[in-house]
Structure formats: structure tokens, C-alpha cells
């Protein structure tokens, strides 16, 4: 029993194979990337993690309101929300978020920016005012703006990578059961009927995983392969 499966293991071409596999990995990745034209699709996982944050700094309130923020909480969303289904760099919408924020900081808002941060409210406050009149701030509120900006952009990090990393952890998940469909269909199309389901089942949930890494890891058995033919000679 050992010998037919060291035969079927030596009859087979291990590169193509995991090549194979790593393109059915990519092309169930591309499927879960096509839904995000209906509404943002996968791309929606994470955003959650993002607008918790700036709900923080940012009150859902009327911008109307005479102590309402310079933006509205909605507006400030949808704007992030597109720079996020749109893929722009984690970099460039974390520094698009922090400013809409800091234009969101007026003596009205102060003490809410004040509590999220955990910085002085009446110091801030006094920043907020003399930010909006343009005076020279002293060395006090410097500080304390400082501490203020190296937070929030700690908070907003927070948020970002763990939107990013939920939202790479569902697109994985949901490509793998992709990725077995296809690759059953694949074995049926090719024999007619479902006698190779099993091993297609089994290269489905290979293909997720080796997606990313198949051209590397077929690289590597080549290498070794070389290596072997050479203790050979």
C-alpha cells in the first residue's frame, strides 16, 4: 500500500501542483473581491472598527446646531467609508481621518476630544479657541496639543489595523468555501461525474492558504528537488 502511494506521490508534478492550487486560491479571492459591487461587499467588514473610533471624537449631531461639529458624524463616515471600499493607503486614510477630526476640535467639542484622549479639557478647550483666532499658543496648551495629536493618531492606528485584519480574516474565510466549489466543478467538468470530489475538496482547502504563497513554495521544491538529483550523481 505504501508503494502505490509513493508512486502516485512520484508520478505527480509537485510545482504544478501547488501552482495549480495557489491559482485556484487567487481566483476564489477574485470572486470575493467582486462583491464589492454590491454595496461594498467584504469590504464592509472592518469599517465597524473604524467608525467606533471616530464616533469617539466625533458627536451624531445636527451640523446645524449651534454647537454642532464643523462636519456631520454621517458625512465624515461616508467620506472615510469611500476612501476604505476604494483601497486607498492605510497611511493616507489615517491622516485624512485626523484632519477631519482636528476640524471637528472647537470649544464645543474640546471636552468629548478631551475625554477619548485623556488630556486636560480646559486646556484643550483654550487650544480649540485660540486655533480658531489664530493666537500663538503657550507652551502649556503646546504640550497638551501634542499629547493630543500623538493619541489620537495611537487610537486611529487601533482602529485601522483591526478593521484591516478583520476584514483580511473574512475574506479568507469566505474564499475558502469558494474555492471548494470551484474546485469540485472543476473535477466534474473534467471526468463527468463526482468520483474525484473528495481530493477537490481537499485542494479547495489547500487553495486559501497557498494562495499567497504558491509561487515561492514551488520554487522551493524545485530547489529541492535540484538538491536531491544532486546527492544522486
Known sequence: MLDVAANAITGLDL????????????????????????????????????RKVISK???????????????????????????????????????????????????????????????????????????????????????????????????LDQGYQRADQRYRNSAKLVAVPIAVVLAILGARAMDGNFSNAFRAFVCGILATPLAPVAKDLSSAIQAGAKLAQSWKK
Open 57 to 155: 471624537f466625533i458627536p451624531d449631531r445636527s451640523p446645524s446646531q449651534a454647537d454642532g461639529p464643523a462636519l456631520a458624524l454621517p458625512s465624515v463616515l461616508l467620506t472615510l467609508r469611500a476612501n476604505w471600499l476604494n483601497g486607498m493607503s492605510m497611511a493616507n486614510q489615517k491622516s485624512v481621518a485626523k484632519a477631519l477630526i482636528k476640524l471637528n476640535l472647537t470649544e464645543a467639542s474640546a471636552n468629548g476630544m478631551a475625554a477619548a484622549t485623556g488630556v486636560d479639557p480646559d486646556v484643550l478647550e483654550g487650544v480649540a479657541g485660540k486655533l480658531a483666532t489664530a493666537d500663538p499658543l503657550t507652551q502649556k496648551e503646546t504640550d497638551v496639543y501634542g499629547r493630543f495629536d500623538l493619541l489620537l493618531s495611537a487610537l
Open 15 to 50: 510545482t504544478k501542483v501547488v501552482l495549480a492550487i495557489g491559482s485556484l486560491g487567487t481566483a476564489a479571492y477574485g470572486v470575493v473581491d467582486v462583491s464589492k459591487g454590491l454595496g461594498g461587499g467584504i469590504s464592509n467588514r472592518g469599517f465597524g472598527d473604524i
